[in-house]
């Protein structure tokens, strides 16, 4: 049970990295939806990064997962990063002087409401994170998970700074003259970059540039690891990230899209939560199930402990956020609490997300990455196809169902092939103790929320923290510190 004590307590490290910079980003929620009483506006954000999304997928090639993989691997795993290093950079160098040449006729394309400025800074804010996506795989791979978390949260704590003085001096009636919806977009994509200039400053320091040094050959082996990663994110990054497209053309023409988007971008903040510890376990599992792959330690035994663990987690945050919508609301704006209750299934969506990641360990540790884009090429057609059908129809409750159904089918594939290869699979003891207690939760919750919304409020957090302490016990863990240690 050392192994999996490892990885839990590097998860609650790195969780440092993701969970504190999302809520200070939370703090931009509150601040975005109030300085843009339009939601217009913010749909206008929330395509450009959408679209940043598919292209911070393809700037770097799959090579995170690649350098995990070779440097693990290769006895010179300082070549392995030099190499992809100076591939990242050169690639970054050409793709931002692309954005900044064709901006206009690209926010031509778009509409007239994206100035070719928004274009040429996000052009540049693309590039500096595809750059840096290496030197930060590389403190992961070296065990600084303390220096990683710091460095993000710095970053993030920029950016948020930043916002706060843009909304300090709006506030105070200062610049009105000077801005207008235009600008004040400008000035939030201007943070954002310097949030990243000041990132890349900082993690170079830390991880040292290396010595120029591009082995042609080695490159092309990790690129044919990569590649298939690269094809797989890219349809994955459909299923994560084309709903918010398609609000923009597929709803019927009585609607302001941007308008909507705006509406559903906000409440898709409203399930981050789950995505924070989701993000947290990958950073931490990634290198963990890799460097554990490699010394042959039982890999495929540990595994179904670890997807309970994740599943019941998530479990317990799904009900904690659906049943606190109530108080979560008042993160946004008034004129953004519409449709709040499509939070649930966006929440759903998370979780499938994420036990897809934990089952794709699968091909992964075995290199049989072709398999990642088997499922995720399927995934995309069915995102595809399912949000024609349902945005026109339901709207962007038919955008959140398209993830779940998505998501679900990219499982039961990934299931599926990974339990031929006797790999996947899930630890039973006391699951279906966690089902029941799951179920009548969400039963009191529902059933109590035409009563009252705050009984059902505080009758279900009593019962998720019962659900927690009842989960402690059955699991026999001990909580000396933040991390769980599992008792054999």
């Not at 975005?32 to 939601?39: C, G, I, K, L, Q």
């Not at 100076?86 to 970054?92: A, D, Q, V, W």
């Not at 706060?164 to 939030?188: A, P």
């Not at 040292?208 to 990790?222: G, K």
């Amino acid at each position: 049970m050392a192994s999996l004590k490892q990885l839990f307590s590097q998860s609650v490290v790195y969780g440092l990295s993701t969970v504190i910079p999302r809520l200070l980003n939370y703090l931009l929620v509150p601040i975005h939806t109030r300085v843009f009483s339009n939601p217009e506006s913010y749909g206008i954000i929330t395509e450009l990064y959408a679209y940043i999304a598919f292209l911070l997928v393809l700037l770097t090639f799959g090579l995170e997962t690649g350098f995990f993989r070779f440097a693990s691997k290769q006895s010179d795993s300082d070549r392995v990063y030099s190499t992809i290093f100076y591939f990242i950079f050169l690639t970054s160098v050409v793709a931002s002087t692309l954005f900044f040449i064709l901006s206009g006729s690209i926010s031509t394309l778009l509409g007239p409401e994206f100035n070719p400025r928004y274009i040429q800074i996000l052009g540049f804010v693309v590039a500096t994170d595809a750059f840096m996506s290496i030197p930060f795989a590389k403190l992961r791979l070296d065990n600084r998970p303390l220096a990683f978390s710091l460095v993000k949260i710095l970053g993030v704590s920029v950016n948020v700074g930043l916002n706060l003085l843009i909304y300090f001096c709006l506030r105070r009636g200062l610049f009105v003259d000077y801005v207008n919806e235009q600008n004040l977009l400008l000035l939030i994509f201007a943070a954002n970059l310097i949030q990243n200039l000041t990132v890349t400053f900082v993690v170079l320091l830390l991880t040292n540039i290396p010595p120029i040094s591009i082995d042609s050959t080695l490159l092309r082996t990790i690129l044919r690891y990569s590649l298939p990663l690269l094809i797989a994110g890219l349809a994955g990054t459909t299923n994560e990230a084309m709903d918010r497209i398609f609000i923009r053309y597929l709803l019927p023409a009585d609607h302001n899209a941007l308008y909507d988007l705006g509406i559903y971008s906000s409440n898709v903040k409203l399930a981050v939560l789950m995505l924070l510890f989701i993000q947290m376990y990958r950073f931490a599992a990634e290198p963990f199930f890799f460097n554990l792959n490699e010394s042959k330690n039982g890999i495929s035994s540990l595994f179904p402990k670890t997807q309970k663990y994740f599943i019941v987690f998530c479990s317990m945050i799904f009900l904690g956020i659906t049943f606190n919508i109530p108080i979560l609301k008042y993160i946004v704006g008034v004129e953004y609490r519409q449709s709040l209750y499509i939070v649930p299934l966006l929440l759903i969506a998370n979780i499938l997300y994420g036990t897809y990641f934990n089952l794709s360990f699968w091909y992964k540790l075995s290199d049989k990455t072709i398999y990642g884009i088997k499922y995720t090429a399927i995934g995309a057609f069915i995102t595809i196809i399912s949000n024609i059908i349902l945005i026109p129809m339901i709207g962007i409750y038919g955008a959140a169902i398209s993830r779940i159904i998505c998501y679900a089918s990219m499982n039961f594939l990934s299931y599926r092939d990974g339990k031929r290869a006797n790999f996947v699979g899930i630890e039973m003891d006391n699951i279906f103790k966690y089902a029941l207690l799951f179920a009548i939760i969400v039963i009191v919750g529902f059933s109590l929320l035409p009563v009252s919304q705050w009984l059902s409020v505080v009758i279900c957090d009593v019962l998720i923290l019962i659900f927690a302490y009842l989960f402690i016990r059955y699991e026999r863990i001990e909580l000396p510190f933040f991390g769980s240690i599992v008792k054999k």
